[in-house]
């Protein structure tokens, strides 16, 4: 089973407002992260709809958001219902997506009834008094909540976690993919090159860059590569640290692919993934020579904790950290 969603870049306080409501009511939150589904989970290959998805992903535009409600939705043939967040502007800018996304080889697949509406869920619930006052009080209490849909990402319904085979900026023809052999050198070469330009590389450096399958995916972890036309732009490393812990590591964009938005994509396919495994906190280490990469860090959402007294990297001087 595969599904399309957008994970929308929203404001980090209102990401975790909304994934606190999320743990405490949605069944699903622990499942995967807040979305706005766009193709309903559907029995396909990835294979089936990859190159359908990356075309209309391609010639899309990012698609800018307002939330200012809450509404609450019947479940079919039940006393119950749903919780949504639902945009106003932007609606039909996500519904078109939809629509196009629902184009061969997946329009035998469209659901006709109920009518689309583009939503994030925060609630189930069997009781449907409690799920309109829910979204009564949701929608008293709210404020604009402002972002973006800029990315689109192909999922495979698993248990008792979603994966992500491949994540696709609107807009241009960048795919975050995971790890595969071919990707190796790049990883190093890319890596190694800033780490030197620095002056950070260290001999504990070595073994992720030589042996990244060992070292970072037979723990559990992943790499995240983004890919133009078969080029590798950029790569970022999650390295698990114990079934709550995720270490955000071995980030690097190519020079001349700077200032396109691979950053954030990157750093938003790892703490996606991080999500889907059921962590709850992703820490970093780095430096205080890295201007451009703190920024990006702090902005995702990051903050700066202690340093903790035994690190593997002698330059480190920097901790933060992010609660999932």
Same mark, same amino acid.
């Given at each position: 089973?595969?599904?399309?969603?957008?994970?929308? %870049?929203? #404001?980090?306080?209102?990401?975790?407002?909304?994934?606190?409501?999320?743990? !405490?009511? #949605?069944?699903? &939150?622990? *499942?995967?992260?807040?979305?706005?589904?766009?193709?309903?989970?559907?029995?396909?290959?990835?294979? +089936?709809?990859?190159?359908?998805?990356?075309?209309?992903?391609?010639?899309?535009?990012?698609?800018?958001?307002?939330?200012?409600?809450?509404?609450?939705?019947?479940?079919?043939?039940?006393?119950?219902?749903?919780?949504?967040?639902?945009?106003?502007? /932007?609606?039909?800018?996500?519904? !078109?997506?939809? *629509?196009?996304?629902?184009?061969?080889?997946?329009?035998?697949?469209?659901?006709?009834?109920? @009518?689309?509406? @583009?939503?994030?869920?925060? !609630?189930? +619930? @069997?009781?449907?008094?409690?799920?309109?006052?829910?979204?009564?009080?949701?929608?008293?209490? &709210?404020?604009?909540?402002? /972002?973006?849909?800029?990315?689109?990402?192909?999922?495979?319904? %698993?248990?008792?976690?979603?994966?992500?085979?491949?994540?696709?900026?609107?807009?241009?023809?960048?795919?975050?993919?995971?790890?595969?052999?071919?990707?190796? +050198?790049?990883?190093?070469?890319?890596?190694?090159?800033?780490?030197?330009?620095?002056?950070?590389?260290?001999?504990?450096?070595?073994?992720?860059?030589?042996?990244? *399958?060992?070292?970072?995916?037979?723990?559990?972890?992943?790499?995240?590569? &983004?890919?133009?036309?078969?080029?590798?732009?950029?790569?970022?490393?999650?390295?698990?640290? #114990?079934?709550?812990?995720?270490?955000?590591?071995?980030?690097?964009?190519?020079?001349?692919? *700077?200032?396109?938005?691979?950053?954030?994509?990157?750093?938003?396919?790892?703490?996606?993934?991080?999500? +889907?495994?059921?962590?709850?906190?992703?820490?970093?280490?780095?430096?205080?020579?890295?201007?451009?990469?703190?920024?990006?860090?702090?902005?995702? /959402?990051?903050?700066?904790?202690?340093? @903790?007294?035994?690190?593997?990297?002698?330059?480190? #001087?920097?901790?933060?950290?992010?609660?999932?």
């Amino acid at each position: 089973m595969i599904a399309v969603v957008a994970y929308p %870049r929203l #404001d980090v306080a209102d990401t975790r407002a909304i994934e606190a409501i999320r743990t !405490a009511l #949605d069944p699903q &939150a622990r *499942r995967i992260a807040a979305d706005v589904t766009l193709v309903f989970p559907v029995d396909l290959k990835p294979e +089936d709809v990859a190159t359908h998805c990356a075309a209309v992903a391609a010639s899309s535009r990012p698609i800018p958001f307002v939330i200012r409600r809450a509404m609450a939705r019947r479940e079919p043939d039940s006393a119950g219902g749903r919780v949504f967040y639902v945009p106003e502007e /932007g609606a039909e800018g996500i519904a !078109a997506l939809h *629509r196009r996304l629902y184009d061969s080889p997946l329009k035998v697949h469209l659901w006709p009834e109920p @009518p689309y509406v @583009p939503h994030v869920t925060l !609630a189930v +619930d @069997p009781d449907w008094a409690r799920c309109e006052a829910l979204a009564e009080r949701l929608t008293i209490g &709210a404020r604009p909540m402002s /972002g973006w849909i800029d990315t689109i990402s192909l999922i495979e319904i %698993r248990d008792p976690r979603v994966v992500t085979i491949a994540e696709r900026a609107i807009g241009t023809s960048i795919a975050i993919v995971p790890f595969e052999d071919q990707y190796q +050198d790049a990883f190093a070469r890319l890596n190694k090159a800033w780490l030197t330009e620095h002056g950070l590389f260290e001999e504990a450096d070595r073994a992720h860059l030589e042996q990244p *399958r060992k070292s970072i995916l037979a723990g559990g972890g992943q790499i995240f590569v &983004a890919v133009d036309k078969g080029v590798v732009l950029g790569v970022c490393a999650t390295i698990v640290q #114990d079934s709550d812990t995720i270490e955000f590591a071995k980030f690097a964009v190519a020079p001349e692919a *700077r200032g396109r938005g691979i950053g954030r994509q990157l750093t938003a396919a790892a703490l996606a993934w991080a999500r +889907d495994c059921g962590a709850r906190k992703v820490m970093l280490l780095s430096s205080r020579k890295l201007d451009a990469a703190l920024r990006l860090y702090e902005r995702s /959402g990051f903050i700066y904790g202690p340093l @903790p007294a035994h690190v593997p990297y002698s330059s480190a #001087d920097v901790y933060m950290e992010m609660t999932l």
